[in-house]
């Protein structure tokens, strides 16, 4: 048994790790296995510095065609399964080929590496940056090993940012006229606005204000789009009558948005929508959607 | 919505009140543990509990005095950072995380309010972003509950930013404007609640819109609770905001209840000093609002406030509050079209009530207020409704309760027109008011002019009412007609020309009473008259030549017409009598013919009218007693009198009546006094015939078998024998009492009768008379027993 196990058991422990790796901060992932694990947080352009230890299992000897680490920026479509697309791909080659008997530790350094997509997890699409230290080696598989991190990109405010306003309504039935204050959000950013009510004759029951997220992948007629709901935010409770004004301050700070991604290596698209929901006593619903813009900001991470 | 059964309701509360308790251990654990994402959780998992539809007004209440209390709880907690570790502004942000608004906005207030204490940020921002917030619930029972929970929480620190903060009016007015944001919005809600559910009963609405007044109310309390509300930010304001309000909203619940309120939460000094403002209002309200029951309490406190110092008094004549108030009302009335007789007539008499306490010397006022009621009833020739005509009662009652001198009443041109609106019953209990008051206080009614008013006030007493035809309750007319005859005893002037003037109006107005009345009133007039004949006689000498109009005779005449009028009625007895006095009177004033005249009108009436026996009797003593008395007559007349009396005395039915009317007769022949006649033989004369017509009813008696009547008439007559005997009537002689007393001592033998107390004490007379000595002794010396 000792002698199977053995056989499958990689001879030898890599350990990945950043020299600043203390320091730096740490932000949640959400593994495959659907575990979380805190990771190194990077945006583009840092320099990516540390070391990778590698300690044959006590008393082998690894013999290898050479050791080297890459950093991959991927992006991963789920129902294009196992297809990985490198968007970033950067090698250095930390060993020549050779033998290795006692643990051995390589610096290794990628400066000012351009990632300029954030790491994402979605429905149907993964964008993910892995460090990947591979010992080659002849007739036997390659030993690999993984280090997840995740890249966050900060955007500086907009510059132009109006806001959003519109009157909307069914004929003789239903008229507002609401207002968002911006059209275009970082993520600790509150929503502020008002509903203001120009005729009301249904009975309405509440209105809520929901986030939505809308994830497209593919392109063309592969298109896959998905939408989910992050938010449902009730503003209203009970009929306004006409004349009404109802205010709106939504919090984003609990909700786990990202920025808004458009186009992302022509692969996939990110969009954020506010769709204000008016239900009436029969259950009917009014909505409207619009979308807003999401971005990340330094100050307020 | 259907109609919900109260046990499903009940079901619905206590389903809710577990929901509570439930998530209340949970954040209590939590709140024990420090652990405030858990308290949050569970306390916006509580509160969801008041997201209910399903509850009535009360219910709801209980339900939602649970979450209160465990809302105290939660506030003590996030008041104390060092247990959360959260500032109180990140805490703000927090509580806005909770996805339902209900509890979201439940948890903001109570943040909100640690917040303010906290002074971290200015009060104004907070609770302008507290009102404003609020809006987000629009659901009429759930958003007033949440903003009543506002006003609540916040109530404290707005009593301390109203009044502390070293009295700086911005902090002053940030208060005021929060309340009344806040006051507005659960106003219009609460009107609001009329229009939902239209399956729902119209009353069953309205009972659970009152059952929350109070929450709305409670803010215009607060409001006055403010020290820092002067009468300046009142004014300029405060009123008119709220005012604006409860104009706007256009629902009657809402503004009898507003208007209402303001008016008992705010101090009497404010609505004096913004009268006109305030009762600029009221026209403008709902005609279906009771207004007279919102400005009769109004007025009733400011009166009140008046009366409580001479400085408040002068305030309310420099602001004209009569005028002002008396304009509004004219106002209201002509608004309100078809506000019922009963409203107006209430309204006026709030206004008379407060005209009278403040304003007690303006009788002007008085007058213009019965007046403007007139105008309002002119379309109603009779107040049919009860109601309404109880509340003219108490217009009119009014200035003769404050006055307590119903001639200032009898000044007011408009009284007697007010009157002529009540109806015949309701016209004779008003006018019976009026008498009770003049005899209460005891006014003298003295001139000939009031008299005239007084008698047309009460014109419902004394005659028949066009189209009275209502039965009459027996003891209710004689209670009114006595009243009647005491008033004309309150109507009195020294001077007897005016007095007769007084005399000849009431004549006027009595004679149309009916023969029901006459008898209740010409005796009062009779006497009055003959009151005035006795005074005039006490001035004789004053009295010259035949240009005086009040002469003793004109009276008689009238007197003569007066018991005329009686004896037609037919009330002769009382006629014989009232004569009989008139008689008297006569006799007083040396007009023998007069005296005479009225005699005649005696005899004539006991002759035609009088026929029953008992009453024969009565008359004839009366007759004898008042002859008796004259002294006015020459010997002639008097004989023709005499003769006439002796001889109906004699006519009687009944033996013992003939008996005891003719020994009465004999006074007639012996009057005491300087020049009485003493015709002695006359005496014996009718002595003797009084005897024996004694004689006669005993043979008659004894027959009959029946009882000592006969005897008790012996013993009388033998007491008038000893009176003359003792006046000395030669005629009268001892031995003749000795005949009569022994004629007795045998009756009484052979009547085997039982001793005679009259008997027995009328011979210890004779015996003390005997014993005495002197003259008289000797006199009774003779007389054995």
Known sequence: MNYLVGAFKPPCNIFISFTDGRSRKQVPLKKENGKTVMVALFQSQENIVGEVVIEPIHGKKVEHNGVKIELLGQIELYF???????????????????????????????????????????????????????????????????????????????????????????????????????????????????????????KLKNMELEIRRRESTGSGPNTYVETETLAKFELMDGAPVRGESIPIRLFLSPYELTPTYRNINNKFSVKYYLNLVLVDEEDRRYFKQQEITMYRNLEAS | MLLIGAEDEEKWLAEGIAGIQHNAFYLHRALDSNNLRDALKYSAQMLSELRTSKLSPQKYYELYMRAFDELRILEMFFKDESKHGVSVVDLYELVQHAGNILPRLYLLCTV??????????????????????????????????????????????????????????????DAVEFILENFTEMNKLWVRMQLEGPGRVREKREKERSALQELVGKNLHVLSQIEGVDLEIYKETV???????????????????????????????????????????????????????????????????AASSADVLTEFLQVEAFTKLSNAIEKVIE?????????????????????????????????????????????IPKLEDRWATKQLVALLSAPLEKYNDTVTALTLSNYPRVMDHLDNGTNKVMAMVIIESIMKNNTCISTADKVEVLFELIKGLIKDLDGATDELDEEDFKDEQNSVAKLIHMLYNNEPEEMLKIICIVWKHTMAGGPKRLPFTVPSLVFSALRLVRQMQGQEGDIVGEEVPATPKKIFQLLSQMIEALSAVPSPE????????????????????VAYEFFTQVFVLYEEEIANSKAQVTAIHLIIGALQRMNVFNVENRDTLTHKTTGYSARLLKKPDQCRAVYACSHLFWVDGQDGIRDGERVLLCLKRALRI????????????????PLTLFVEILNKYLYYFE????????????HLIELINTEMQSDSATSDAFLASTLRYIQFQKQRGGVMGAKFESIKL
């Open chain 1, 80 to 202: 294009d399964r196992g297809n990985f697309y490198d968007f970033t791909s950067l090698v250095r080659e930390l060993d020549v080929p050779g033998e290795l008997y006692e643990r051995k530790t390589y610096p290794f350094e990628f400066s000012t590496v351009e990632m300029p997509y954030e790491s994402y997890n979605g429905v149907n699409v993964r964008l993910r940056y892995i460090l990947k230290v591979t010992i080659s080696r002849n007739y036997v598989s390659n030993i690999v090993e993984y280090q997840d991190f995740v890249v966050r990109n900060y955007t500086p405010p907009p510059s132009i940012n109006n806001s959003i306003k519109m009157e909307v309504g069914i004929e003789d039935c239903l008229h507002i006229e609401f207002e968002y204050s911006k059209s275009k959000y970082h993520l600790k950013d509150v929503i502020i606005g008002k509903i203001y009510f120009l005729l009301v004759r249904i």
């Open chain 2, 112 to 173: 909100g309010s640690v917040y303010i204490k906290s002074k971290e940020a200015p009060a104004k921002e907070l609770l302008q972003d507290l009102v404003e917030m609020c809006h987000g619930v629009q659901h009429p029972i759930r958003g007033l509950f949440l903003r009543s929970y506002l006003a609540q929480i916040s109530r404290d620190k707005l009593l301390d930013i109203g009044s502390d903060y070293e009295g700086d009016a911005e902090t002053v007015m």
């Open chain 2, 239 to 305: 009123l008119p905001r709220v005012l604006e309000q409860v104009v706007n909203c256009k629902d009657d619940l809402s503004q009898y209840y507003l208007m209402d309120c303001i008016i008992q939460v705010f101090p009497d000094e404010y609505h004096l000093q913004t009268l006109e403002m305030l009762l600029a209002a009221f026209p403008q309200v709902q005609p279906t609002v009771d207004i007279k029951t919102v400005l009769s309490p109004l007025m009733d406190r400011l009166s009140k406030y």
């Open chain 2, 335 to 379: 608004m309100q079209v078809d506000m019922p007789a009963v409203g107006a007539i209430t309204l006026y008499v709030s206004l008379l009530t407060f005209t009278l306490r403040v304003h007690p010397d303006r009788l002007d006022y008085v007058d213009q207020v019965l007046g403007a009621c007139v105008k309002k009833l002119s379309s």
């Open chain 2, 574 to 593: 009382l006629a014989l009598r009232l004569y009989l006095q008139c008689a008297k009177a006569a006799n007083g004033c040396d007009l023998e013919y």
């Open chain 2, 694 to 709: 004694a004689n006669a009813a005993q043979q008659m008696a004894s027959i009959a078998r029946d009882s000592s009547g």
């Open chain 2, 727 to 738: 006046k000395g009537n030669k005629q009268i002689t001892a031995a003749a009492i000795q």
